[in-house]
């Protein structure tokens, strides 16, 4: 196989990958609900009042679209290192997908259940999902990795072993999370929305001047 | 990194944002609703009739249609000067995404209540998104152009500093706009759909022929 | 703006039309009812006899499904030729799109009232979509292909000119269509699908022997 | 048409289809119902007992998304073999992605039926969608390769033959299990299972080692 056709190969799931991460986030929109004239006569509320009263709907919106942006992020960032592909390396990353597709069903079933009797399960739900993508991101960045398997050849040892340092906290970090559910659906929210911002952080640390550079 | 690595950084971000236009803009049909055979029977309307009475949604299926367009045309324009990412540059084209993928709510929204007594905080919701895109047009670019950071070496001093000039126009007028909804709800609508206009055609002023020039 | 800026730009046209053109085709399956158990016994049916009568739902999705791709097949195929984008191409070409993403609904339409009084209307709504269609791959290629104004080098005149008479027939043929829906609703809907089929056919008259030669 | 221009054509097909196939492997989750807090009150049940009660359809997500990963990974393979396109290349392509596009519904079909008395037509309905997708992607390959028509020069002839004969299983085995479906749903639907399976684990028998070899 010539190096022009792993370059396609490889394009080609990051182009699959793409269209699965950009679906999702785009698709979250459709769980906003529009207040209806009728319904707002019924509940005696104002347009606004009743747009007001939907922010958990908002809120699991934007919570959502910046963790699967954060996923998109890391994934491209993952892609920039990977250079070739397997069959084992395309499922694993189905795998992934799988889990990234389904974020809008936790993400409604928390917003429709933050404020009822359901709300310690629905955040269990939300952070095990979270869970099993950092799962599926840990089993496919070592099979990646693994003897520089899949990677390019120039690629510097350290870069690789702080990818692998990084990736290992999400399993744990997320494992708390949805034990955190069942004692304070809060904490546990929280602590979903502080891994995001920090698995955002911990690649931008480095920032642009490195990135950027030719 | 090599000048190889930088073009293909790019390269995704632009086909997962344009899978984010595009999904956004084709998921606006979604909410254009086809009159039942029932429906029809009980409020004694034949299907042309039915159809005409839901001139709201048609139009803003047009008008969301239209600015998602245009913004597309813009994003894909600045993406012909901008050769290099970072995760920062990333994160704020995210944010730009969130807002445009949030157009389809805002324009149900108008749609259902254009003709009834929360008109004025529709126009308001649906002035407010475009503002808040218009801000976040305005910090990618910024970010991107400030000192070239991310910019080509060829670009010309001159087409940067018009981009910046045309972009600083959004948010002020978007405000007015936004403030407008408060007052009269056609002036606002109505300078939206004006500024869409602004922005395509601004871009066109130089035409076929600058651009096509090779 | 040197040869290469040129390739990436039509690339990324092709990019989000081809969002588009997918999106479109892949949402016509959603409007497939998935009949429920309380429905099937309220209405004494057999699952099987249930989807049997969903029978115009089953032939809109597959009409259009065949409709958006010869579509497409143009689409990518005038993309052969053309070599430069500008401004107006890019609205002329998002036109054209705002009628391909339409097309769910007037099929949805169609599907819910092909067997009661309002099929006159729903097939002229379906025909008159078409039409547009027509009118804006006209304009489309008017606009790219006078005086080559974004078309290789390389293209032969004979092949221009090809295609300029093949589109020609567009608009008046679903003009046609359109008209007929108010005398004959098979007649309008058979017409549109004979089109697809020519469109489809004409293309591919020259076949693989030519398309294929290097 | 020059060599350069071929490869644009295939990459814009193969573009097209991973649109396609990522959007109906991401539209999966709409299917997906979040139980209301009144649903839960009037059926007596905790969230977590009616996320339980709904397995069929989360057992649905898990075994679609799997089956149309395998078809998108089996339709990559076939692409970096496939090095030329026709307009019946197209179409026939076109045809395969129809049946992929139409996948959500019957899913959702076996989904909302699997234990009621619908629930052979509903296995009926599944695998004989997974038959037709068999017939469509013998017809493609059979079309491709004969004569290697739109292959590669440098392919090898043990390759070609090797994928000939591990499709040719397909339509047999699909006839399998649609007529299983009227005697057993279980076997009608684990045979559907193991032959997602087979088409996964036969294509990376060669594994990683000869796929990522330079």
């Not at 744990?172 to 999370?177: E, G, P, Q, V």
């Amino acid at each position: 196989m010539t190096a022009d056709a792993e370059v396609k190969e490889t394009a080609r799931v990051e182009a699959f990958s793409d269209g699965v991460f950009s679906i999702a986030i785009t698709l979250l929109v459709l769980e906003l609900r529009v207040p209806s004239a009728g319904d707002l006569t019924s509940r005696g509320l104002s347009l606004g009042e009743a747009l007001l009263r939907q922010w958990p709907s908002f809120l699991g919106y934007v919570t959502s679209f910046a963790t699967i942006l954060v996923m998109w992020v890391n994934h491209h960032r993952l892609f920039t290192l990977i250079r070739r592909t397997s069959s084992l390396f395309l499922y694993l990353n189905g795998l992934l997908l799988l889990a990234v597709a389904f974020v809008p069903f936790p993400t409604a079933v928390l917003a429709a259940h933050l404020e009822d009797a359901g709300s310690r399960t629905a955040a269990a739900v939300y952070a095990g999902t979270f869970f099993a993508i950092a799962i599926f991101y840990n089993l496919l960045w070592r099979y990646a990795s693994a003897d520089n398997r899949l990677l390019g050849r120039s690629i510097r040892e350290s870069d690789r072993d702080r990818i692998t340092r990084r990736y290992r906290i999400g399993p744990t970090a997320y494992l708390i999370a949805f034990l955190l559910a069942f004692v304070s659906v809060p904490a546990s929210v929280g602590l979903c929305a502080a891994l995001a911002l920090y698995f955002a952080s911990s690649g931008s640390r480095h920032g642009p001047e490195e990135d950027a550079r030719p």
